[in-house]
């Protein structure tokens, strides 16, 4: 899998070219935020009237299909709950990060623009999201890109990371 890297915003989300956009929904987050919130935007309301009228909670496991188009270049909205903020932690990233994956590969699509869960509101570290990532997707040959959406300082701390990595796997 090649990790490649757009800042969130949604002009720069909506030039990546891919079909597929997948977000996480907090569970007990109103409005959504991260690229939820910006979907939720874009969408003129559409997430946030599913979640008011319970259609949608955010709550670990969930996952939901929203059509993008044609208020958005993507012809899937992949929505995944990742339960409440307070409670997330590595594990619950892991897990996520599975039903990502497995999702992903249902809809075979082999590029999408992701938004890895926990990291819009810092509840996992950059680097560790990537090592985890890298980890889960490591023999899966169904996915050949993934566009993780993060700020330049993230992008920066992950790319470093992962050279950093590759040296010391060729030193072993």
Same mark, same amino acid.
């Given at each position: 899998?090649e990790?490649?890297? $757009?800042? @969130?915003?949604l002009? !720069?989300l %909506?030039?990546?070219?891919? /079909?597929?956009?997948? &977000? $996480? +929904?907090?569970?007990?987050?109103? @409005?959504? *935020?991260?690229?939820?919130g910006?979907?939720?935007?874009? +969408?003129?309301? #559409?997430?946030? =009237?599913?979640? &008011?009228?319970?259609?949608?909670?955010?709550?670990?496991g969930?996952?939901?299909?929203v059509?993008? !188009?044609?208020?958005?270049?993507?012809d !899937?909205v992949?929505?995944?709950?990742?339960?409440p903020? %307070?409670?997330f932690e590595e594990?619950?990233?892991r =897990?996520?990060?599975? !039903?990502?994956?497995?999702? +992903? /590969?249902?809809?075979r699509?082999?590029t999408?623009?992701?938004?890895? @869960?926990?990291r *819009?509101?810092?509840?996992i570290?950059a680097?560790?999201?990537?090592?985890?990532?890298?980890e889960?997707?490591?023999?899966?040959?169904? *996915?050949?890109?993934w566009?993780?959406? %993060?700020?330049?300082e &993230?992008? #920066?701390?992950?790319?470093?990371h992962?050279?950093q990595?590759r =040296?010391?796997?060729?030193e /072993?």
């Open positions: 899998m990790l490649r890297f $757009t800042p @969130p915003s002009r !720069k %909506e030039l990546s070219g891919t /079909e597929v956009l997948v &977000a $996480t +929904l907090v569970q007990g987050e109103r @409005p959504p *935020h991260g690229v939820a910006l979907v939720d935007w874009r +969408l003129s309301g #559409r997430l946030s =009237r599913l979640i &008011a009228r319970g259609f949608a909670s955010g709550v670990e969930e996952v939901l299909l059509p993008g !188009k044609p208020k958005l270049p993507f !899937k992949v929505l995944f709950g990742v339960g903020a %307070e409670t594990s619950t990233f =897990r996520v990060v599975e !039903k990502m994956l497995g999702t +992903l /590969e249902g809809l699509a082999r999408a623009v992701v938004e890895l @869960p926990g *819009h509101f810092g509840a570290p680097e560790r999201a990537a090592d985890i990532l890298l889960r997707a490591g023999g899966r040959r169904e *996915h050949d890109v566009t993780l959406v %993060e700020p330049s &993230a992008q #920066r701390v992950i790319t470093q992962l050279i990595e =040296r010391r796997v060729r /072993e």
